[in-house]
Nanobody, 114 residues
Framework: VQLQASGGGLVQAGGSLRLSCTAS????????MGWFRQAPGKQREFVAH???????NYGDSAKGRFTISRDNDKNTVYLQMNTLKPDDTAVYYC?????????WGQGTLVTVSS
């Protein structure tokens, strides 16, 4: 299983980005898919996930600003990030869960300038 993350980049504070994570197999195969992030010098932090029946959950930093969605026809999960802040600067990693195992993508860098 491979996960390809994309969509990161440089954006000004208050701006938006949409991250994508495309899987090499059908996303309907996974129990859940989601995003974590890791800022320099900090631990990896949960951002959001979505289950295979569409239930979503968000970390405190994402609530009200980020939206996770999935398109099983495109084998892709998206993270729409709005009202970005400099504190959102991090490498964002997508992941996908099968029973007893979690797969990780390679990460995509998001930089938010003030």
């Amino acid at each position: 299983v491979q996960l390809q993350a994309s969509g990161g980049g440089l954006v000004q504070a208050g701006g938006s980005l949409r991250l994508s994570c495309t899987a090499s197999i059908s996303t309907s195969s996974f129990i859940a898919m989601g995003w974590f992030r890791q800022a320099p010098g900090k631990q990896r932090e949960f951002v959001a996930h979505i289950t295979n029946n569409g239930v979503t959950n968000y970390g405190d930093s994402a609530k009200g600003r980020f939206t996770i969605s999935r398109d099983n026809d495109k084998n892709t999960v998206y993270l729409q990030m709005n009202t970005l802040k400099p504190d959102d600067t991090a490498v964002y990693y997508c992941n996908a869960n099968l029973p007893g195992y979690r797969y990780w993508g390679q990460g995509t860098l998001v930089t938010v300038s003030s």
